[in-house]
């Protein structure tokens, strides 16, 4: 027997699905005890009670005409005409014990006509007797147990009150838990918010657990980028003395070494800028991302690629949105994805989508495109996929689509490649949550 069904029916958050752990026992058992109070106890007090007063409107009614008798047995009996008899028996909807007086007195008392249960004060019992209709005021307790309702209306209302007692208990218990994903959240985007652990023992310990690990990535980070300035002024050093070298040689033999030299550069000043540079460092300012991606497109058309920006689709309310970016590296990225499709094909599509969740800029161009295989290894730095991409135009360092991929995962987003439908190449799609 399985239960996976169950869990499209089950709330999604913590805090909805222990608020549900709470309540579900708390309203059983309410009605557990309520219905098997009310159908072992007051229902059967009242059975018990109204079949004494059968018996003894039973008795007494056999004497009519001695009003001793009635008076005796405290039954006010009086005479009434047809015409005051109701045409059926009434009672409050809500009156449980009610519907057991009226089905145990209708069926035990002889010459039964009506009965008219107007509150838990009082009724009124209305029957035949050698063709003449009595009307008999009797006390409601004669019949049925006294105030049923009490217990439910004090059940209700305690079991109400202690919930919402439990409910505040619950959310400053869930309360930490929720601090820590929004900053576990936060960094996972690039950002470093305040965070102190609290609340019980093993939330304690997961927030300590996440300061630490915090803490080591940033000093990871902080040495990785210190050894890599060490490693730039160390390599740069041997660089200049090596073009001071080669500016002594004969121009045949000088140009094709600069060349090796210039690469070389080239390559250590990719790599540094990539080891060193962190896109959490920029800050998150609100921004217009079709302004950013026309100004871009613009910008790369001047340099004279062939680039086509498409009209925004939008599938929110506003016709513009504004939304907190790091606008510097998202052009830094966009930038890389239009120059990959400027190296490897002629033309170059750049759309943007904006839903009530997310944000989508998509780049396409013609090219050769990447194999599904190969779509997965070409985000990490420095692959170069030669046999799938054309190298007629240069070749780059393999660190355009991992900067890509890096700037829209401190986004909290990503970067996914797949085939483009219109122009045939690649497609290149950064997907961010707003």
Known sequence: MTFAWLKHYMPRSLYGRAALILVLPVVTLQLVVSIVFIQRHFEGVTEQLSAELARSVNYATQFLPDDAVAKQLKLPIRRVTAEAVPDRNRRRWYDLAGLIVVRELGARITGFERIVIPDNRAFTLYLRRDGQIYALELRRERASASNPHQLLVNMVFFGVLMTLISFLYLRNQLRPITRLARAAEAFGR?????????????????????????????????????????????LRTPLTRLRLGLSLLEDDDRAPLEKDVEEMQGLIDAFLDFARWDAADAEVEPCDPQELIARIVQDA????????????????DQAETIVPLRPRALRRAVENLIRNAGRYGTTCQVSLTTTEKSLRIRVEDDGPGIAPEDR???????????????????????????????????????????????????RADIVIAI
């Open 190 to 234: 690039g950002r470093t918010v305040p965070y102190s652990p609290s609340g019980a023992v093993e939330v304690r310990a997961a927030g300590h657990a996440f300061l630490d690990m915090r803490a080591r990535i940033e000093r990871h980070i902080e040495q990785r980028t210190m050894m890599l300035s060490g490693v730039s002024h160390d």
């Open 301 to 316: 058309e001047r340099t004279g690629q062939s680039v086509v920006f498409l009209s925004q689709t939008a599938t929110t």
């Open 376 to 426: 997965e290894t070409a985000l990490k730095p420095f692959v170069r996929l030669d046999p799938a991409r054309n190298q007629d135009k240069g070749s780059g360092v393999g660190l355009g689509l991992a900067i890509a991929a890096d700037i829209a995962r401190a986004h909290g987003g990503v970067l996914r490649l797949g085939a483009s439908e219109t122009l045939g190449g690649l």
